[in-house]
């Protein structure tokens, strides 16, 4: 598949979950994970997850500037995982304009509450493995297909 045909698979697949795993680097080098429910995708392949300023996430990223969302598409037994920098956006106007009353059960507060914040991801590098969608580089079945953005566009890497 050609980079094109990755990338909308990747979106279909992402598309189709509703948690993922998000990974930090811990203060000691160890990768911490945890679920989130993140917002959609954006066109830009960019993520936002809402969170709490007091979550050890968020110190994590503000330590590293680095998040990782690995997506688990059980039914076509594949995965995507998003990877790259990452920033706090702390906007209350954005917040006011995506939220829900869903929201109100972790962030009782509301959107205006400092400590309600999202994390966004800026995707650089994107791991896609299907075995349904035959996404599986040598060595079979061991390997992802690589996306490293450059720029506005993405290539296929071979490494």
């Known amino acids: ?8 698979l990747a979106r279909k697949l992402i598309g189709d979950v509703t948690f993922c795993v998000a990974a930090t680097q811990g203060e000691g080098g160890d990768v911490n994970a945890r679920i989130v429910q993140p917002r959609s995708l954006g066109n830009d392949w960019t993520v ?22 690995l997506y688990q598409h059980d039914e076509d037994r594949s995965y995507v995982s998003l990877v790259g920098p990452a ?9 006011r304009s995506v939220w829900t009353d869903a929201h109100y059960r972790w962030n009782p ?16 590098r994107i791991e896609l493995w299907s075995a349904v969608h035959g996404v599986t580089p040598e060595p079979t079945g061991y390997s992802a297909a690589v996306l490293l953005r450059e720029g ?3 290539r296929v890497s071979t490494t």
């Not at 920033?87 to 917040?95: A, E, G, I, N």
């Not at 959107?111 to 991801?121: G, S």
């Open 87 to 95: 920033l706090v956006v702390d906007d209350v106007q954005f917040k």
């Open 109 to 124: 507060e509301g959107p205006d509450d400092p400590a309600t914040i999202y994390l966004r991801l800026f995707a650089e």
């Open 48 to 69: 936002d997850v809402l969170t709490n300023r007091r979550c050890r996430k968020v110190r994590e990223v503000e330590h590293t500037g680095r998040l990782t969302l």
């Open 152 to 154: 506005d566009s993405w």
């Open 1 to 8: 598949m050609d980079s094109e045909q990755l990338l909308t």
